[in-house]
């Protein structure tokens, strides 16, 4: 045994000396040291050994365990030190400050108004079942508006969101009625790529149930909150539209802030952008919540915090939002 051990130390040492990188090391130290080494097969034998054995050996192999462990780290020492450049801490560096994105900032925009209002900001999973992202909001499997909206299939059956809709029904499950919620987050759509399209992109959507609500009160809260996050009165159009789960629906758009209405790319020429589709909560999807839809109505919206940042910033392609270039942020100066 002691023969053993010592030719054990003798070889890595022999290893160690035409050794010049820190990794070469390191794979010696797990050669020699580690749970799959000579020496740690010897220390879990101690176990099968007599008592008379275990006295005589015992710490004669922890201490070759310790003894190549300190050879290990000398030499790494030695190598680091070697290698180690003077750092000149005297030397005047730039630091330039960070800022959020812009879709971060008006995100927090729209929901810090909108808890002013007296909503609650809920979140859910971006991996979804089949049921809460379509099923409850009425849009069964042979429904055509789901050719609307090309989904992300997962392997597991479940599916990437195409909406945050989906946390209307999971808060009117867990509330219940009367609810005002909002529910800010990511969502993701196969969609064609151009200058006002992504396949990933962030949605803030909102909900009211109560007694006698009317799409009177969805224009004024999207009057109040769109105001406030542009910073100016804008000009609003509302127009017919089609959502399975509300009825009626309509689309709200905006004047686009780019071309100040007068038609550019962003705005496919048409001087509005559509930016909050909403309409009277279905009384299917307040039944899939659990609430009575004789005793109550409610209003629902989503605003797209993507082309709402557009137009806050007056951002003409929303693929650079995701493109991660931080020289893009800075010419922003947002903090």
């Known amino acids: 045994m002691e023969e053993e051990l010592k030719k054990i130390v003798e070889e890595m040492q022999k290893e160690l000396t035409g050794c010049e990188k820190e990794a070469d090391v390191l794979n010696i130290k797990s050669k020699y040291v580690g749970k799959k080494s000579r020496i740690s097969e010897i220390l879990s034998n101690l176990k099968d050994m007599s008592i008379e054995e275990k006295r005589k050996y015992g710490s004669l192999i922890n201490n070759t365990k310790k003894e190549l462990e300190n050879i290990i780290n000398e030499f790494l020492n030695q190598k680091l030190n070697q290698n180690n450049t003077s750092f000149d801490d005297t030397l005047d560096y730039e630091i330039s400050m960070g800022s959020l994105h812009p879709v971060t900032i008006v995100a927090k925009e729209v929901t810090d108004c909108m808890k002013k209002m007296g909503f609650t900001v809920v979140s859910g999973p971006e991996m979804e079942t089949e049921y809460y992202n379509f099923e409850a909001l009425n849009i069964p499997k042979d429904h055509p508006a789901r050719d609307m909206q090309d989904t992300y299939y997962l392997d597991n059956g479940m599916l990437l969101r195409t909406q945050t809709s989906g946390n209307q029904i999971h808060a009117m499950e867990k509330y219940g009625a009367p609810l005002k919620v909002c529910s800010p987050g990511r969502v993701f759509r196969n969609e064609d790529l151009d200058a006002n399209h992504e396949n990933t992109f962030f949605q803030v959507e909102g909900m009211v149930i109560d007694k006698e609500i009317s799409i009177e009160n969805l224009l004024y809260v999207m009057q109040q909150i769109l105001s406030e996050v542009m910073q100016s009165e804008i000009n609003l159009r509302l127009r017919p539209g089609f959502f399975p789960f509300t009825e009626p629906s309509y689309e709200i758009d905006m004047e686009c802030s780019i071309c100040k209405g007068k038609g550019c790319p962003t705005c496919k020429n048409s ?32 605003i797209g915090l993507t082309r709402l940042a557009m137009m806050k910033y007056k951002i003409s392609d929303i693929r650079v939002l995701n493109s991660g270039d931080i020289r893009y942020l800075e010419q922003f100066n947002i903090k």
């Open 271 to 302: 001087g509005w952008i559509e930016i909050v589709p909403g309409g009277m909560v279905h009384p299917n999807v307040l039944k899939a919540g659990g609430i009575d839809p004789e005793k109550y109505t409610g209003f629902a919206f989503g």
